[in-house]
Every structure is written in structure tokens, then in C-alpha cells.
């Protein structure tokens, strides 16, 4: 009774207070003995909630006094504001100050300024203060350590925290499961929503989410279907970001159909719900969806955000669709978006797959604000796109102004170092990558992998691989790839078989290896077998793919087979397969086979030199002399020249480039004189016959021998 009449007569002194504060308008401080605590909180925490964060910060300046609310309220809006450095600033002013009081609520709050700003240090000391005080036994102390923990990437200390709490909370349970899952941890997190039902404890729409995404990302479609039900039973299902979450699952576990029709059955779709079926669909390949679920989009006048741009632009950049992602640049310009991070990087990245690099580097140098994706995304664009120099002019420039390098900036340039052969470069990258802690980063790894291979020493690659843990599947297809390019086809093939029996789950790359060592040595059945084995991991066939098999039955003189393939390819035909059949036509002598490859070769490319000197070399070796004649005429009537070769060599940390005929070299005379020295030691005779003057490759070919 005596309870009641308390609580009775508290919430009649906070309704008479509230209304009270509600009639006051402007932030008024009194004199120190006559402060209305109450009063002055409210006041500041509605400054605060409605954003005005410098006019809250005034007003508690001029406090004469303050107590554990106030200064909760001040703390709380600096950590809703992003700005962790003023609100653990104001947190030690605090802690150190002997009329105040330490509470549960104001760790919590100092915690997630340090899972903010990833101050491990900071949050560290705070975990051993609330060890020594005994706040650890607080739920809310204890989720917010553990989420901290997470958050800064020390996920088995968040576990432990987790599994040392005497009291857990849905809040508790739903940060253990979203940080495992975001780490990469799917089965972990999978394992500890199966603890949370068995355990019979309460959990409510983001903890199921959070276990779906778990589910996508593995594609355990079994497991999603499971918690799918659940979600019937508990009446989530209609809640937006569930809904979204199943659409992703479906998806992702190739199962396009249920994704597509509980999109369909959301009521009301909006811009949350586009942009991840737009997101799906980009993720899973499906670009081209991914476009036109952007135009139903605008067709259903829901207004797209940022991360809806971005996702279709990325959509747009994997298509290699130059002119759509134009037409989105023109918008997200005119719509002021081009601030957005995201957007930028994602038009930035659009470029560089579409080889206009020069566009992506003005993108680049117009941002205010880059962060680290904006760096690796111009440091792998030049990279990819062939400009060694650049990619390290990028990264040099990122260590002096930008943010600390990571894996992915490392490993671009870490391919520049081997697509260039330039080993001693690579090594000092390898060097500087152990003094960071990066070498035991799956990308990096890969990359030292990819770089040792590619210079010629695959024994360190096979050092770097044996030493790594044997969980990534990146490194595998890095070594695998690196057997087949020196042509040691059996350890590839070995190296894959051993892959499937350790659990892991070859990728589209991986597959790409194994079909190359399969080419390399002939293996046409073997090859067919792991070619249909692609479909049976829910891969899809890519282009790559298809390239890899026709290049198999090109050199197992299967022309006939491969012929076929390219005409059936569920792709649009490039030069590329084409130009394999032709070189293969041209071994074998099939003069009517190659003659029809170089035609849909010149009908994409009229001015391939390459195409003519190889169908000229085809109609020469089968005494066909008119026909080889009239290929020279049409190639002297177009001016068609054959793009000299070019040789490199780096001295004293610098890399010179020589074509044939080039005299831009200042050295170019004293190189050509000890060339000639070098060649009036030895006579060399060179059997002409059956050799046209314009097939330049072999005839060096047998110059050398």
C-alpha cells in the first residue's frame, strides 16, 4: 500500500513537472541555490532531440551544476551525432569530477563512443573499470561491451564477454548474433540464435533479420526456410526490413522466384524495399534485373536515396554499360548526390570497369571527402586497366595524405608488381606488408601468391600458401591459378580435389584454374567434368568459363566442338573466343574453319592486324598464294600496321620499355649498336619457306632457335 501511494505520488510530481517544463520556451539558467534541476534537464534533453546540439552544449556550459541526467543527456547527443572524441571528452571531465557519480547508463554510453571512433584502448581501460566496480553485471554495461567489442573487430572477446554475462537480454543476445554475422561468422551466429529458441528466450524482429542475413550469406536456404517460418508463426513477416531480409535470403540462395514474389507481396514497397532488391540482385549477377527493378521503380514515383544509386550504378559497372551509367552520373548530379560517399565510389568504379579511367580519376580528385574504398578504388582501377605507374603513384599519395592502407590497396598494386614481372618491387611491398600486420590478410595472402607465381617463383608462393590456415578460399584459387599458369596441370588439379575434401566451397575463379590446367594439358573429359560440375555448386557459367572449354577443344583440335560452343554460349560473342579458334585453325591448317572466324573477328574489329597476318599466315601455309596475296592488298589499303610487341626491363628502381622501331628511348642508339654487336657473333640462318614477310613472330621465332 505504502509502494503504491509512492508511485502514486512520484507520477503526479513528473506529470505536474513535465507540463511545466512544456510552457517554458527558451533555456533559462537560475542562480545556483535556486536551480530546478528538473526543469533544466528537460530543457536541455529536448535541445538535444531536436538536433540543436550547439545550443544544448551552451546551455550545459552555463549549468552552475549538474548531475548524473545532465550530464547523460549532453553525452547521449554526441554520441548520436557521430562525434565520439567531444563525447568521451566530456565523459572523462565527468568520471574525474568527485561530486559525480558513475551509473550504468553513462558507461553504456562512453562504451559505444569507443565502438565509434575504434578506440580498443580506450574501451579496454573502461572494461577493466567495470570489472573492478562490478558495473560488468549490469545488462546494459554488458551489451554495450559487447557490442563495442565487436564493432572494433575483436569478436572472440565480445563472445566471451557475451558468455560471462549473468544476465542476458534480447538486446544482449541480438548484438552477440549482428557482430558474428557481420565478421563473417554465419555458422557462429546460425549457432547462437539456435541457443537463444532452444533456451526459450524472448526475441523480437531484428534478431530474426539478423539470423536471415546469417542465412544468406552462407546460402543455407534449409536454415532460412526454418527461421522464414518462424517469422509466419510470430507475425514478422509483414515487418518491412524482415520482408526485405527474405527477399535477400531467397535470393541469395538462388531461389530468384520466392524472392521475386515476396517482393511482390510486400503492400507497400518503398525506397528500403527497392533498394534491396536492387542490392540482390547486383550481388547474386543479375544486373541486368537489378536495372530494370530501378525503372519499375521510378515508374511507382518512390523517390530513390543514395544507396539505391549506388547499387544500380554498380549494377551498371559490372554490365559495362558506359551510356546507362552516364545517364545515372547526369542524374545523381543534378540531384546534388555526387557528396555521398557511396555514390562516388560507386561512379568511380563504374569508370574504371568501363576502361574510362581518365573519368574516374577526375571522380576522384573532385570528392571533399574520400575514405578507404575511394582509395582502393582508384588504386585497383589503374591496376586493372594496365597503369603499373599510376597505381603506385595512388598509393604513395594515400600513405602521405590519405587513410592507412589496407588489403585491398595492397593487393592491387601486388598484382601491378606481378602482371609486370617486377619481383624485387614486389618483395619490398611483401616487406612492408609484414611491418603493417597485413600479411595474413586473405587478400593480401592471395595476392603474394598471385605475384610470386606470376615472376616466375612458385615455390614461394607454395611457401606463403603452406603457411597460411587453410580456411580461405581465395588463397586456394590463388595457387591453383599459379600451378596452372606454369603449367604444373596435375598439382592444380590435385590441389582442387584436396580443396573439396577440407569442406571448402569452390568459387567461379577457382573453377577458372582448374578448367585452365585442365587446357594446359589436354584433358578434354576431366575438363567437361569439372564444367559441369559449376552448375551443381549453384555457379553460374560466365563467360570465362566458356572461354576456358573452348580453348581446351581448341588445343585438343576438337575445332568442329568448339565451334559449337561459341555459337550456343548464352553470351554475346567477342573477338576473344573467336581469335582462339582462328590461332587453333591456324595450328591445325582448317583453311574454310579459320576463314569464317576471322570474318565475325573483322566484323567486330576491321582493323585487327593480328586477324589479318594470322588468316594471311593460314591461306600461305596451304598454298593458297592469292588468297594470301589479297589479305596483304586489303591490309596496305587500310593501313593496317601490326602493333609492335613490347619488352621491359627495371633497373635501379626504375622500368624501361622498349618496342620495335621505337626511338623515343634517349639510349636508343647505344642500345641498337650492342644489339648488333651482340648478333655479328653468331650467323644465323633463317629458313624462309612456307614464312610470310609480315609474320613477324615467327620468323623471330626462328631467328632464335
Known amino acids: 500500500m505504502l509502494i503504491s501511494a509512492r508511485i502514486c505520488i512520484k507520477r503526479s510530481y513528473t506529470t505536474s513537472c513535465i507540463a511545466y517544463a512544456q510552457t517554458l520556451k527558451t533555456p533559462s539558467i537560475q542562480e545556483p541555490h535556486n536551480v530546478n534541476m528538473f526543469q533544466v534537464n528537460t530543457e536541455l534533453k529536448e535541445l538535444v532531440k531536436s538536433g540543436k546540439l550547439n545550443d544544448a552544449r551552451q546551455v550545459f556550459d552555463k549549468m552552475p551544476q549538474r548531475d548524473e541526467v545532465t550530464w547523460t543527456t549532453i553525452i547521449s547527443g554526441y554520441v548520436k551525432a557521430a562525434d565520439p572524441s567531444e563525447a568521451l571528452s566530456l565523459f572523462s571531465t565527468m568520471w574525474v569530477d568527485p561530486s559525480q557519480r558513475m551509473d550504468p547508463f553513462l558507461l553504456s554510453l562512453a562504451l559505444k563512443a569507443c565502438a565509434i571512433s575504434f578506440g580498443a584502448k580506450q574501451g579496454e581501460s573502461l572494461h577493466g573499470y567495470c570489472v573492478k566496480t562490478d558495473f560488468v553485471s549490469s545488462v546494459f554495461v554488458g551489451s554495450a561491451l559487447l557490442d563495442m567489442y565487436m564493432k572494433i573487430g575483436k569478436v572472440y572477446e565480445g563472445c566471451r564477454v557475451f558468455d560471462e554475462m549473468p544476465i542476458r537480454n534480447v538486446v544482449s543476445w541480438t548484438a552477440v548474433i549482428t557482430g558474428l554475422v557481420r565478421a563473417g561468422f554465419n555458422m557462429e551466429g546460425i549457432s547462437y540464435f539456435s541457443k537463444l529458441c532452444r533456451d526459450n528466450m524472448a526475441y523480437d524482429s531484428y534478431t530474426l533479420a539478423i539470423a536471415l542475413k546469417a542465412c544468406a550469406d552462407a546460402c543455407l536456404l534449409r536454415t532460412g526456410k526454418e527461421i522464414h517460418a518462424q517469422t509466419l508463426k510470430k507475425g514478422f513477416d509483414t515487418t518491412s526490413f524482415v520482408a526485405n531480409t527474405l527477399t535477400t535470403m531467397y535470393n541469395k540462395c538462388g531461389k530468384a522466384e520466392y524472392a521475386l514474389y515476396l517482393f511482390e507481396t510486400i503492400k507497400t514497397k518503398d525506397v528500403v524495399s527497392w533498394t534491396t532488391i536492387i542490392t540482390s540482385y547486383v550481388q547474386t549477377g543479375q544486373d541486368h534485373k537489378a536495372v530494370n527493378a530501378f525503372l519499375r521503380m521510378r515508374e511507382s514515383e518512390v523517390i530513390p536515396n543514395e544507396y539505391t544509386l549506388a547499387a544500380v550504378i554498380s549494377g551498371c559497372a559490372n554490365t559495362s554499360q558506359i551510356d546507362l551509367g552516364q545517364q545515372f552520373h547526369a542524374h545523381v548530379l543534378h540531384n546534388g548526390l555526387m557528396s555521398c560517399m557511396s555514390v562516388a565510389n560507386s561512379v568511380m568504379t563504374m569508370y574504371s570497369k568501363c576502361g574510362k579511367l581518365h573519368l574516374s580519376s577526375i571522380v576522384f580528385h573532385e570528392m571533399t571527402q574520400k575514405d578507404i574504398i575511394s582509395w582502393s578504388t582508384i588504386i585497383g582501377g589503374h591496376a586493372q586497366g594496365g597503369f603499373g605507374e599510376e597505381a603506385f603513384r595512388y598509393l604513395s599519395l594515400m600513405k602521405k595524405d590519405g587513410p592507412k592502407p589496407n588489403e585491398f590497396a595492397f593487393s592491387s598494386v601486388l598484382s601491378v608488381c606481378g602482371n609486370m614481372a617486377i619481383l624485387e618491387q614486389g618483395k619490398q611491398l611483401h616487406a612492408h606488408c609484414i611491418c603493417v600486420g597485413l600479411d595474413h590478410t586473405a587478400m593480401v595472402r592471395s595476392g603474394l601468391i598471385n605475384m610470386y607465381s606470376k615472376c616466375g617463383s612458385i615455390n614461394e608462393s607454395l611457401k606463403i600458401f603452406n603457411e597460411a590456415e587453410h580456411n580461405d578460399i581465395v588463397s586456394w584459387t590463388a595457387m591453383i591459378n599459379g600451378y596452372a599458369e606454369h603449367g604444373l596441370s596435375q598439382q592444380a588439379i590435385d590441389l582442387f580435389e584436396c580443396l573439396v575434401k577440407v569442406g571448402l566451397r569452390p568459387d567461379a575463379?577457382?573453377?577458372?584454374?582448374?578448367?585452365?590446367?585442365?587446357?594446359?594439358?589436354?584433358?578434354?573429359?576431366?575438363?567437361?567434368?569439372?564444367?559441369?560440375?559449376?552448375?551443381?555448386?549453384?555457379?553460374?557459367?560466365?563467360?570465362?568459363?566458356?572461354?576456358?572449354?573452348?580453348?581446351?577443344?581448341?588445343?585438343?583440335?576438337?575445332?568442329?566442338?568448339?565451334?559449337?560452343m561459341i555459337t550456343n554460349m548464352p553470351y554475346n560473342v567477342d573477338d576473344v573466343v573467336w581469335s582462339t579458334l582462328l590461332r587453333a585453325c591456324r595450328l591445325h591448317g582448317d583453311v574454310d574453319l579459320g576463314a569464317h572466324a576471322a570474318k565475325q573477328i573483322l566484323e567486330m574489329d576491321p582493323n585487327c592486324a593480328s586477324t589479318h597476318i594470322t588468316l594471311a599466315n593460314l591461306y600461305s601455309v596451304k598454298g593458297k598464294w592469292r588468297e594470301a596475296a589479297e589479305v596483304r592488298r586489303w591490309m596496305r589499303r587500310k593501313g593496317v600496321i601490326k602493333e609492335p610487341g613490347w619488352s621491359w626491363i627495371k633497373i635501379r628502381d626504375c622500368v624501361f620499355a622498349f618496342a620495335a622501331g621505337d626511338r623515343s628511348n634517349p639510349q636508343w642508339e647505344d642500345t641498337c649498336c650492342v644489339l648488333g654487336l651482340l648478333s655479328s657473333k653468331e650467323q644465323v640462318f633463317v629458313n624462309v619457306e612456307n614464312v610470310l614477310v609480315y609474320n613477324i613472330d615467327e620468323v623471330e621465332e626462328k631467328f632464335w632457335q
Open 509 to 564: 575463379i577457382t573453377f577458372i584454374g582448374v578448367l585452365t590446367a585442365c587446357s594446359h594439358a589436354g584433358l578434354v573429359d576431366l575438363g567437361f567434368h569439372y564444367f559441369n560440375q559449376i552448375t551443381n555448386y549453384k555457379l553460374s557459367l560466365s563467360k570465362e568459363h566458356y572461354g576456358c572449354m573452348i580453348d581446351l577443344l581448341c588445343r585438343a583440335g576438337r575445332l568442329r566442338e568448339a565451334e559449337n
